[in-house]
């Protein structure tokens, strides 16, 4: 906010003076044109100088009135203050405005009157109150813009703090679900391990714990990255279904049917492995006879789409009711901080049995080198 207010302080010169450039000259034009074809008889040149120059006090004036409207904005119009404030500096320019105009004429004469123009004094005072109407619209027009020109600096940096904060609350959402993957999938892989080294399968046991340690190894190095490329969020969810292969043995198949143009494809980082698990959790785990995991890729209309499909027990009636996954919540949660509402999460029963977990997310690729 402050960078936005330090920003919209710096007068702008160059527009104000082009802006009010125009204004003079389209006066001065439109006024010496019309009253030469009407056959009037004037000083033109005096009488084009003057009317161009009679706009310098509101040009000198604008920059001032565009502070004044940030301390006074015009929203707060019910306070006594803001209309003192406004009604005064506009009654101070008219005074400026009638004065430099009667300076002009006593100068220049650009009406050729004769004999000349009446004394200063009762001149000014005339410009002035002759001038109220046209000084007030004015001036409410400057606050106007004003108005505008605040609300788009405003708006703009809404948008870059709100985009900032859905970053946050994506990395966020991503460290949690971090931390839920750690706790109970180490304590199973563990388990697991002790399991293997009573049973005396020492090699078994080895490479599980050299496939903890890899699969823990990523968690932490990826950190920080919230998109990365398909192939390595493929190669992340096999590092995790390897360690549950050691666990299930011939009770979990795995497949994987991706084409390998969709391997550059910018995925969220820990997209698959929530969806995998739920497959492993509730779908083959529940099974005596095992099961089978299929994770899917296809791309179609500007979108991508991510699929885990299991053969285990299909969903109850009212799952969604009496059954709510930390794991896919979170995902929901960081797919709506990335991709707002360009996004689909669902998770249904299959016609032919089991269950599919699928995400819709626009298709971006990866940059040469990353």
Known sequence: MPTALTRSEQPRWPWIAAI?????????TQTVFVMRAEGMHHAWSHLFISLLLSWLPWALATPLVLRLSRHYPPAHWRRFSTWGAHIGACAVIGLVYGGWIASLEELLNPWAQSPGPDLFMPLWLHKFYNNLLSDLILYGVILLVSYML??????????????????????????????????????????????????KRNDAAVNMIAGLSDFLRRVVQDSERQRVPLVEELEFAQKYLDIEKVRFAERL???????????????????????????????????????????????????????????GPSLPAEWEQTQSGVGMSNVRTRLQGLYGSEFELSLKNDAAGGVTASVSIPFTSARPGE
Do not use: C
Not at 21 to 27: A, C, K, R, V
Not at 159 to 179: D, G, Y
Not at 264 to 292: F, W, Y
Not at 304 to 309: D, E, F, K, M, R
């Open 253 to 311: 198949q795995i497949s994987v049917d991706v084409p390998g143009d969709l391997f550059p494809a910018q995925v969220p980082s820990l997209i698959l492995q929530p969806m995998v698990e739920n497959a492993v959790k509730h779908g083959i785990a529940k099974r005596v006879q095992g099961g089978a995991i299929r994770i899917a890729a296809s791309r179609s209309n500007g979108k991508i789409t991510l699929s885990v499909h299991n053969n």
């Open 150 to 199: 605040d609300s788009r600096e405003r708006l703009a940096t809404h948008r870059t703090e709100t985009a900032r904060l859905n970053e946050q609350l994506s990395k966020a959402q991503l460290n949690a679900l971090r931390r839920q993957i750690e706790p109970h999938f180490l304590f199973n892989t563990l388990n697991a391990i002790a399991g293997l080294v009573r049973e």
């Open 20 to 28: 009010w450039s125009g204004i003079g000259l389209f006066d001065a």
